[in-house]
């Protein structure tokens, strides 16, 4: 198969209507069967309002038509790929998929998203035909948010059919596709579910509460704010209990399988119905008109205000940012938060181990798996890295603990760790420790995914500061890299720009503006700004302001081609130099805006400038701006204005670098770098009085403050060009000087002073 032009997904419950939405994403239409049309059209209208959305936007609801089972499966025949995503039950799946082998067409791919069930029970009586098509496509929910889909091949599944839906998943779906064996709950589930497992056996021996346990099993350890019991509100109490009574029940030889059965507390609370999000409460509810949060106490089953807990320990490592390091320090702590994780990694660890080759034969697929399915920053074997092998196994011995062979050969061989770098001849490449040969084998390149880190590890970098650096990225092209707290941007970073649009003039073809941090930028260095400000510093702000203008606008007209690579959050001065790029090839999950009115400011950074020239309507840019409106994925960004038409769009994150430097090359060949516009038209006096009723009437009802009004007004003077006496054609310059004097001027206020300080202190915006 060369092409997908449908699909047909059977099940409209949580992942087939989820699934299907995503399919939409990629453009691809599908149809969307279950056991009547209303179900089908619920499951529709469900993805598109659940939080978060499973569409980019609502115009892709249009490419998902509903249908049942008995009136609309033959439609099928007319899908190229045919998913399933019933219940999980063996008897539902068999008996829809021999309804289904009776109408398919020969040459359509057909896949299953069971999490846990084997292949090969489920396929198992059905015709070669279509054992040779039948393939495992398990994603994980919500399919457009997590990266992973893990692709299990059937014991008859054409090599050919694999090789389509891994690429069609990596390139179109944006996964990151891990190929799995036909074993109970393949590889993330069954590490996940053991991790799960651990973390509730720990808590009860070490009798830890719920906010505990979710404290040290979050953010601080590299995984997910969910962590652990707000993880299982969201997916279920039930799912969760049916996904490890499955596995215990189908992994009769593990040892470790007494570990899956869950334990008491949780069959109470679901013999109560307290199993989550979809029954109002789970391990957490909200409570009274406030919504207040209660977390439960496992021991008496009553519901208190959620606590803020506080060990020793977390405090001490609260300002190391390094990863590694911070594990380290928290295992070798003796307190309960030390002890906890310890145990729980111990474990982790010998398991993980024990279960190489059953689930995978590389350490490698583990690895991906649990960071790609779970989102933690760090799989099994990369933690096993962080704290030492050599180091924790001797731990181990000590407690006596028996660690599985394949480590104590691999320590054996004078290998001390996982993963090595074994650059060569400016080339990045990683090797990992093959426990089955046993050797360091390197790990195969995957065209069209660069890691940045790896670059620079291997060719050095042309120039650096604290917050940002220049990397030689190869074929002619050269990278500007944010890498300071959050991408903040400051002094160093626009030094680095202009350093860039310099190096890149007399070097390069070509240059990007990329990174592959947790966003691409949140925006200016409030901090600083707050400072400078209470203390009076207006002659070096005003200059800082001016440079940070003038870096956009080197961006703009540099001499030769600058594409920004933007995703994620990409807010305030980040979304402004995204937009004075020539072109952008925005990641497809991409939360873009000019979101200053938040902090009491309005953009100074060419911003409105920008959105002016790109929707030629100030009531449209007031609009955007005046409600700090975000953009919730890079189509709705292209709705905004944010994006071009002309801008690109990567499904798959990882391969984002990769595509802004292809998409910068092919600039090059007619690239003109232009002058700066001197026609830009504005509307004068008239204009700035139609933006300002619109605020005033605003105020008038109270809707916002008598703040939120200055702001408005400040914003509504730049838009119609400084209440010139009628329409007038104004220069960027002219506007930029605008920017800067509103921006200055509210900075000096003390209402945006408290604000800053409240987003600062809180994360959320004041208004007062």
């Known amino acids: 198969m060369n092409t997908l032009r449908r699909v047909a997904v059977l099940g409209a419950g949580t992942m087939g209507s989820r699934i299907a939405a995503h399919f939409a994403n990629a453009g691809v239409p599908a149809l969307l069967l279950d056991l009547d049309l209303a179900t089908a059209k619920k499951g529709i209208e469900t993805a598109a309002k659940v939080n978060p959305k499973g569409f980019f936007t609502n115009a892709a609801m249009s490419l998902v038509t509903p249908g049942s089972f008995d009136a609309d499966l033959p439609q099928t025949s007319q899908a190229d790929w045919i998913l399933e995503a019933v219940t999980e039950n063996l008897q539902i799946k068999r008996d829809l998929w021999g309804r289904v082998e009776a109408v398919r067409r020969p040459d359509s791919i057909a896949s299953t998203n069971t999490s846990g069930i084997p292949l090969a029970q489920i396929s198992e009586g059905f015709s070669p035909e279509l054992r040779r098509s039948f393939v495992g496509t398990h994603f994980f929910n919500p399919p457009r948010y997590l990266h992973l889909a893990e692709v299990i091949p059937g014991a008859d599944t054409d090599p050919d059919v694999i090789r389509f839906v891994s690429d069609f998943c990596d390139r179109r779906l944006g996964k990151g596709v891990v190929l799995c064996k036909d074993t109970p709950n393949f590889i993330a589930n069954r590490i996940g579910s053991f991790f799960g497992s651990t973390v509730y056996k720990t808590m009860l021996e070490g009798d830890y509460t719920i906010e505990e346990v979710d404290l040290l099993t979050g953010p601080l350890i590299g995984i997910p704010k969910s962590a652990s019991f707000r993880l299982l509100d969201i997916v279920g109490l039930d799912v969760w209990a049916f996904v490890a009574n499955n596995l215990y029940e189908l992994v009769p030889h593990d040892p470790w399988r007494e570990r899956f059965l869950p334990p008491p507390f949780l069959k109470e609370m679901m013999d109560r119905k307290w199993i989550g999000d979809k029954t109002g409460q789970g391990f957490y509810k909200r409570v009274g008109p406030q919504k207040e949060i209660h977390a439960i106490d496992w021991k008496t089953f009553e519901y208190h205000p959620a606590a803020k807990p506080k060990f020793g320990s977390v405090e001490a490592v609260k300002p190391i940012e390094d990863l590694p390091e911070r594990l380290r320090a928290l295992v070798a702590s003796d307190d309960r938060a030390g002890k906890f994780l310890w145990n729980v990694f111990r474990d982790l660890f010998l398991y993980s181990a024990s279960v190489i080759p059953e689930i995978s034969d590389r350490i490698v697929e583990v690895d991906r798996a ?43 061989a004078g290998a001390e760790t996982f993963y090595r770098p074994a650059d060569r001849d400016g080339v990045a490449h990683t090797e990992y420790f093959d426990l089955l040969k046993p050797q360091y084998l390197e790990i195969e390149e995957r065209p069209g995914v660069m890691v940045l880190g790896d670059v620079k590890r291997a060719r050095g970098v042309v120039r650096k500061n604290v917050g940002a650096s220049l990397i030689d990225v190869g074929d002619g092209v050269l990278c500007l890299e944010f890498h300071s707290k959050m991408n903040i941007l400051g002094d160093d970073a626009v030094a680095m720009v202009y350093a860039g649009v310099d190096e890149t ?112 309507d100030p009531r449209r840019v007031f609009e955007l701006i005046g409600n700090a409106k975000v953009s919730t994925s890079a189509e709705d960004a292209r709705h905004l204005g944010l994006l071009h038409n002309s801008d690109g769009i990567t499904m798959n994150r990882e391969r984002l670098v990769c595509d802004a430097k292809t998409l910068a090359l092919s600039l090059v060949p007619s690239y003109v770098p232009g002058t700066p516009r001197h026609d830009i038209k504005v509307g004068g006096e008239a204009a700035f009085a139609a933006l300002k009723i619109g605020a005033w009437m605003m105020r008038e009802a109270e809707y916002i403050s008598e703040h939120d009004m200055l702001i408005a007004e400040k914003l509504a003077n730049i838009l119609s060009g400084g209440r010139l006496s009628g329409e007038q054609l104004v220069s960027e310059q002219y506007l930029l000087d605008l920017e800067r004097e509103a921006f200055l001027t509210l900075l000096g206020t003390p209402k945006t002073q408290e604000r800053i300080q409240y987003m600062l202190k809180n994360g959320k915006p004041l208004r007062n």
């Open 370 to 412: 649990m960071r790609w399915g779970y989102a933690n920053q760090l799989g099994p074997f990369e933690l096993w890295d962080a704290l030492g092998v050599r180091h924790t196994v001797l731990r181990m011995e000590s407690e006596g603990v028996r660690v599985p062979d394949n480590v104590i050969r691999m320590l054996e």
């Open 505 to 616: 003039s007399r070097n390069f073809e070509a240059m990007i503006v990329a990174n592959q941090g947790q966003d691409f930028c949140v925006g200016a260095n409030l901090m600083m700004l707050l400072l400078a400000a209470q203390e009076g510093e207006w002659d070096d702000l005003n200059l800082g302001v001016q440079r940070f203008q003038q870096a956009g606008m080197a961006l703009k007209y540099a001499p030769k081609p600058v594409v920004a690579a933007p995703f994620n959050r990409v807010l305030g001065g980040g979304c402004e130099w995204m937009l004075h790029a020539r072109r952008s090839q925005a990641s497809a999950e991409l939360y873009a805006g000019l979101v200053e009115v938040g902090v009491g400011l309005i953009p100074a950074g060419g911003g409105c400038k920008e959105m002016l020239l790109r929707l030629k």
